[in-house]
């Protein structure tokens, strides 16, 4: 099983709730999803704030954060089959009688004893972590490494570079300077972490670009720059609207409150500003290229849609389950066709709204391996 992202870097109180949390939202440090702060969410007839909706999302994905983790590799827990076993039934308020039954081994007297030596194992483990937070204080040849950002999705041993090694870096993958243009993108993986790190440093931590504005800025720094955008994305430098019609620098550094409310009223003004129309729209998965064909009144609600994919709520439970696993990051919404409505004519929306989805399911056949849609059966006396 694969540890969440940002699992590594959280304290301890934040491992055993399940989530962290930043300036917009909770996040599921067991699979990464994401609850927006100050929107109220329904679960069975009853409203929970973002707080409350994130344990609700964690017992209902993943039933608690301790069946979660004691299902990981043992190299991860460091315990034995034998060991997690027995955390699974101690946790359950299993008895040691209980226990011995259960597992048909010695005596409830032995069950004591290997409570006793998980106790001692927690006793080592503390007095170890207390060790390596004193060691860090007082080792002054421990090199600096590269800090991953809060926003970072990745956090592995491509953060194993020490400050020295990017200065280094640096001045070969930038011969003219750092505001100058990039040699070579055809690198290491640590060494693009580097690389990445300095050409955010390009972006307004403050503004809200486009996407036409985020490709002329990454043209000065290489020629491919759509890889460079993406590869931004990745480890967390960028963030982008599920559209991707507007981009942001994601930076700790920056005045996060003042930069998100000001994007949210620039939504909130976009939003108003544009007229209301009927039509044709798809969710592609960017991985695979299979699409969900469906029809709205109103294309302005359609970002909600893969709000909804990322909250795990979508009512089509084939597409829900590949965002579970690729991710909200591959999915992009798309106009497919604009309802034409004449002005001077009475017109019925709804049933021109339906003949034109019949329309692009008969172009693309969305269905089976190229689609989440349903072929519907023909009723026999059609």
């Keep these: 099983m694969k540890v969440s992202d940002l699992f590594w870097n ?5 491992l055993k709730s399940g989530y962290i949390q930043d300036d917009d939202h909770y996040i599921c440090l067991l ?10 969410y329904p679960e069975e007839g009853i409203l929970y704030e973002a707080g409350k909706y994130m344990g609700i999302h964690i017992n209902r994905v993943h039933q608690s954060v301790f069946e979660y ?4 590799d043992k190299k991860i827990t460091g315990l034995t089959e034998h060991q997690t076993n027995l955390i699974q039934l101690f946790y359950l308020g299993k008895s040691d009688a209980e226990v011995q039954k259960e597992m048909g081994i010695g005596s409830a007297s032995t069950i004591r004893n290997h409570r006793f030596a998980l106790k001692e ?3 080592q483990s503390k007095v170890f972590l207390v060790m390596m937070e004193l060691l860090k204080e007082k080792n002054k040849h421990e090199p600096t490494y590269l800090t991953p950002p809060k926003t970072a999705k990745m956090v592995d041993d491509r953060y194993n570079v020490t400050q020295q090694d990017s200065d280094k870096l640096l001045k070969a993958f930038f011969p003219e300077g750092t505001e100058g243009p990039l040699k070579t993108f055809s690198i290491k993986e640590k060494h693009k972490l580097v690389v990445l790190q300095e050409i955010a440093k390009r972006f307004q931590g403050a503004q ?3 996407e036409k504005e985020i490709n002329q800025i990454l043209k ?7 890889t460079l955008r993406r590869y931004l994305i990745e480890y967390g430098f960028l963030d982008r609207t599920p559209d991707g019609s507007q981009y942001w620098l994601r ?4 005045n ?3 930069t998100t409310m000001d994007r949210k009223q620039e939504l909130k003004r976009q939003y108003k500003e544009t007229k209301i129309e009927a039509g044709v729209y798809q969710i592609r998965n960017t991985k695979n290229g299979k699409v969900l064909i469906e029809s709205t009144p109103n294309l302005k609600t359609i970002n909600g849609k893969l709000f909804g994919l990322e909250m795990g709520s979508h009512t089509n439970k084939l597409l829900q389950n590949e965002i579970t696993e690729f991710g909200g990051e591959a999915f992009v919404i798309e106009v497919l066709e604009i309802l034409e409505i004449p002005e001077d004519i009475y017109f019925d929306t709804k049933d021109a709204l339906k003949k034109l989805m019949q329309k692009w399911l008969a172009k693309l056949q969305p269905y089976g391996e190229r689609g989440y849609n349903t072929l519907k059966p023909i009723p026999l006396d059609a």
């Design 251 to 254: 930076n700790d550094s920056v």
């Design 121 to 123: 194992k927690e006793r």
């Design 69 to 72: 983790l004691i299902q990981l």
């Design 10 to 14: 959280a304290s301890f109180d934040e």
């Design 220 to 226: 000065l720094v290489y020629h491919d720059f759509a």
């Design 208 to 210: 809200t670009y486009t």
């Design 31 to 40: 699979c990464g999803q994401k609850i927006a702060k100050g929107i109220v």
């Design 256 to 258: 996060k409150e003042e």
